[in-house]
C-alpha cells in the first residue's frame, strides 16, 4: 500500500494476473475440459441412461438388494471380523516398516545417498495395486487370509512411509538443535528431538490408513484372499442379491464403528 493511500485511506486494487499466468490457465483447464470431452466415449457414459431407464434387470437388482436376507447374519459378521483382523495385521506391520523408511527417506534426517534408494522402494510399493500384490501372494501361499495381511502391509507401508517422512521434514528444528547441544548421538536426536514430534501425527495416519485397509480387505477377499469379500463373491455369482444386500449392510456398520473408533482416538492425539 502506497503512502497515499494509506493518506487517504483508498482501498487498494487487488492483485491482477498477467496475460501470461492467464493464458497458462486456460491452457491447462482447457486441456482438462478437451480430455473429459474426447474420453466420453471411450468409458461408454453414452450408455449411462440404461441405468435409470425401463431396464428389468436393474430393477429386478434394486428390489432385490432392498430386502436384505440376514438369514447367514452369523457368517457375515464372523467374515466381517476377520476382515477387521487382516486390516489390523496388515497396518501393523506397515507401521513397523513405515517408521524407519519414512526417517530414512527425510532429508533433513538422512543424507541424500540413503534417501534416494528408499524414497525409490517406497514408489515401487505404492505403485503396485494391493490386488495384484494379494494375487501375488495367493498364488505364493495360497488362499486364506494371509495373502491379504500381506498384500495391506507392502502397499499401506509405502503409502505410510511417505507420509511419515513428510512429517519429519516439516518438524520445528529448535528440538533437534537442542539435544545435539548437549552433545548427543544422532540416534538421540530422532528419539528425542524428533519423535516427540511426529508421534501425535504418525498415529493420526496410520489410523486414517487403518480404516482404509478395512474397506481395502474387503476387496482382497474376492480374489481368495480372506474375509467378507470371498462371501460377497459367492453371493454374487449365486445371484443370492439379497444376501448381498445383508453383506453390504454389515461392511457399513463394521467401518463406520471403525471410523468413529478412530476419530476418538485421533482427539486425544492432535
Do not use: C
Not at 487487488?14 to 483447464?29: E, F, N, R, Y
Not at 505404492?126 to 501372494?137: A, H, N, Y
Not at 476387496?219 to 445371484?239: C, E, K, Q, R, T
Amino acid at each position: 500500500m502506497t503512502d497515499a493511500a494509506v493518506t487517504t485511506g483508498a482501498i487498494p486494487k487487488p492483485p491482477a494476473k498477467s496475460a501470461g499466468a492467464w493464458a497458462l490457465d486456460v491452457l491447462i483447464w482447457g486441456g482438462v475440459l478437451v480430455l473429459l470431452i474426447y474420453s466420453v466415449g471411450d468409458v461408454d457414459l453414452g450408455n449411462l441412461p440404461r441405468l435409470f431407464g425401463d431396464n428389468p434387470t436393474t430393477q429386478l437388482l434394486a428390489g432385490e438388494l432392498l430386502k436384505p436376507d440376514f438369514s447367514n447374519w452369523k457368517l457375515f459378521v464372523e467374515k466381517m471380523w476377520e476382515t477387521v483382523q487382516i486390516a489390523l495385521w496388515g497396518t501393523f506391520l506397515a507401521v513397523f516398516a513405515a517408521v524407519p523408511m519414512g526417517l530414512a527417506a527425510a532429508r533433513n534426517v538422512a543424507p541424500v545417498w540413503v534417501v534416494t534408494p528408499v524414497r525409490l522402494v517406497m514408489n515401487l510399493l505404492r505403485s503396485i495395486p494391493d490386488l495384484v500384490i494379494g494375487l501375488l501372494f495367493v498364488v505364493a501361499v495360497g488362499l486364506g487370509p494371509l495373502p491379504g495381511v500381506l498384500a495391506i502391509a507392502l502397499n499401506t507401508s509405502g503409502v505410510l512411509a511417505k507420509l511419515f517422512s513428510e512429517a519429519v521434514e516439516s518438524i520445528d528444528k529448535g528440538p533437534v538443535e537442542g539435544v545435539r547441544a548437549t552433545g548427543a548421538s544422532s540416534l538421540h536426536e530422532i528419539v528425542w528431538g524428533v519423535i516427540p514430534q511426529v508421534a501425535p501425527l504418525w498415529t493420526s495416519f496410520a489410523l486414517y490408513r487403518f480404516e482404509s485397509n478395512s474397506r481395502s480387505a474387503t476387496v482382497l477377499g474376492l480374489i481368495g484372499a480372506g474375509g467378507i469379500g470371498a462371501v460377497l463373491f459367492d453371493a454374487m455369482n449365486a445371484f443370492q442379491y439379497r444376501q448381498v444386500s445383508a453383506a453390504v449392510i454389515i461392511v457399513v456398520i463394521a467401518v463406520t464403528l471403525i471410523d468413529m473408533l478412530s476419530q476418538a482416538m485421533r482427539k486425544r492425539l492432535l
